[in-house]
């Protein structure tokens, strides 16, 4: 009988994480203007594409959580190829260390701002556990994800190479807790999920 129980919770997880992988959200076309927009740190590619959306005039400001301590604003427009809007309108957040710590950065910034609509910039296999941290910590909030594809990750055949199942393995799982969390507690009662990054050279939440 437990066998029985733990098949089925073993093949439960497995076609989950199929349909997880399958579901990851595509590239889509930038908004035409939203309030402000919010990039999630980790590959470099988030953070190029965030700015690329504030340079086009999608939203009013840019905040980029999760920044490491040592890197300042200067180093961080020269490797994300900012301009002049990046100079008055990009801000810098650096106490993030999780996706959680970017939903409650990203929230004190809003609120602060009064700002109604958010773009989200991550990685497309870390955008639905950043939606729910976010959602939770920003009912009020719209947000409109802007998905980026990892250039680590070779989507085509990502069950057969062992770095591809194991980051999107622990993001699937990271999710599942993630999902639970959030309707048992509120968000300063939630205990962390990612304190170590999975890679990036600008991250500190992953």
Known sequence: ????????????YVLGFVIFVATLPAPVPAPKHVDAIVALTGEEKRVDAAVSLL?????????????????????????AHGGRRFDCCADMGYQAEDTQGNADEAAGWT?????????????????????????????????????VESGEIDYRHWWESPRALRVLNIEYAKYLVSAVLVRLFPPKYRPALDRAALGGKVHRAS
């Open 55 to 79: 340079e086009d005039g999608v939203g009013k400001r840019l905040l980029i959580t999760g920044v490491h301590k040592e890197i300042t604003k200067d180093e961080l427009k020269r490797v």
């Open 1 to 12: 009988m437990i066998w029985k129980i733990v098949l089925g919770v073993v093949g439960a």
């Open 111 to 147: 609120r602060a701002h009064g700002y109604k609509s958010l773009v989200v910039v991550t990685t497309n296999y870390h955008m639905p556990r950043s939606l729910t941290e976010f959602s939770s910590e920003m009912p009020g909030v719209k947000l409109e994800p802007y998905p």
